[in-house]
């Protein structure tokens, strides 16, 4: 029987990994599982190649309270640097292990993890899988024909010379037109409000600056109403008569992720509305059961370092409760 088995290898995960050995669970008392092949595969399929992942994202404090801590690196950097956590922190991590129930036994402080692979036991259970296994969706249908044009990421197609439309307004549909306008593409954004003041001031000033240039086509207060084949090609036509049907060679959507919701309810998990109830150090309803990382930041979504804090903040909780090891440092 697990110490503690941590669900999904990204910075959360990682982190709380690193947490968890530092407070003294040994590796064989330690297990985390991972679906992708690798981890960090958020980091590695959303983000632009030569992306500046910043440390105060989303405007959260750039302020660390755990084992782990990052500056403003590039893409390369931060995942060589939890890389080397889980090699630091003698670490365990099972691949290609897709979690997909977890029961909680009635009298004793004990789970059943259940992988397409296997079933594990362990006392405390950390979930870390992020909100984008399923990356939000427009409102109305996509065509099936245009998957391969329709996408939701820049790094699986490569994209040269092309026109592009971003869809979203956030920081990471700024970064998508930067990174594609750098590219060759031309590059048009549609977001549905006026302003940007969902992004950090950074991506704010870059993408006007590039609507200044011309260099990116800003389409501020559009609508999509449909996106049809025309021809192998994506029609978007906008509910502003304006802009009329415009066709792209590609769409990318920049639109975020969303709480997987059924996967925690079906483990037990009380919600309040679309959230899951957190307690205390992002204790789940369930005794022993965590979310952290995005999972436990709210519908404005976390950051890594968000990620870090909330892994420290776990553990301080799960050693005063459940392991009885001496607390973390930090907090
Ligand atoms: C385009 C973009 C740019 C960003 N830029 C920045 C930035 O500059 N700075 C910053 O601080 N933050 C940035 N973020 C946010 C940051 O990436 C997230 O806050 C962070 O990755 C959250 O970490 P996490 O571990 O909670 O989730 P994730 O990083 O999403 O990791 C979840 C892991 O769980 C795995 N998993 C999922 N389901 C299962 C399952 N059922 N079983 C097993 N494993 C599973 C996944 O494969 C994945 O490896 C950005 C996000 C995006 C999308």
Redesign the pocket.
């Known amino acids: 029987m697990y110490q503690m088995i941590i669900?999904?290898?990204?910075?959360?995960?990682i982190s709380m990994a690193a947490e968890a050995r530092n407070a003294g669970v040994t590796p064989e008392g330690l297990l985390v599982?991972?679906?992708?092949e690798e981890?960090?595969?958020?980091?590695k399929k959303?983000?632009p190649p030569d992306?500046l992942?910043?440390?105060n994202?989303k405007g959260f404090e750039a302020v660390c309270t755990g084992v782990m801590c990052m500056p403003d690196l590039s893409k390369h950097e931060t995942i060589s640097y939890l890389d080397r956590s889980l090699v630091e922190h003698d670490v365990h991590v099972r691949y290609r292990?897709?979690?997909?129930k977890l029961t909680k036994h009635d009298r004793e402080q004990r789970f059943t993890v259940y992988t397409d692979r296997g079933e594990f036991e362990t006392r405390v259970v950390v979930i870390?899988?992020?909100?984008?296994?399923k990356p939000n969706k427009p409102d109305y249908p996509l065509p099936r024909t245009l998957k391969d044009r329709l996408l939701f990421d820049v790094t699986s197609v490569p994209l040269e010379n092309a026109d592009i439309l971003i869809v979203g307004g956030g920081?990471?549909a700024s970064?998508y037109c930067q990174y594609l306008s750098q590219r060759g593409n031309r590059v048009s954004l549609s977001y549905r409000k006026t302003d940007f003041s969902r992004m950090n001031d950074i991506n704010r000033e870059s993408l006007l600056a590039l609507g200044t240039r011309g260099q990116v086509e800003l389409l501020l207060g559009s609508t999509i109403a449909r996106v049809a084949d025309a021809q192998g090609r994506p029609e978007v036509t906008f509910t502003e008569a304006s802009l009329g049907a415009r066709r792209y060679d590609y769409v990318v959507y920049a639109l975020g992720g969303s709480t997987p919701e059924n996967?925690l309810k079906t483990i037990g998990i009380e919600f309040s509305g679309a959230a899951p109830q957190l307690k205390e150090a992002y204790e789940t309803s369930v005794p022993g059961l965590f979310l952290?990382?995005?999972?436990s930041a709210g519908p404005k979504?976390?950051?890594?370092?968000?990620?870090f804090n909330s892994a420290n903040t776990a553990m301080r909780k799960i050693c005063r409760e459940y392991l009885d090891c001496p607390p973390p440092s930090g907090g």
Do not use: C
């Not at 292990?97 to 997909?100: I, L, P, Q």
């Not at 870390?128 to 296994?133: E, P, R, S, V």
């Not at 952290?292 to 999972?295: H, I, T």
């Open positions: 669900i999904g290898a990204g910075p959360a995960g599982l991972e679906k992708a981890h960090s595969f958020t980091l959303y983000y992306k992942v910043t440390a994202y292990e897709t979690v997909h870390a899988i992020g909100i984008l296994g920081d990471s970064e996967f952290v990382g995005d999972l979504g976390g950051s890594i370092i968000w990620a």
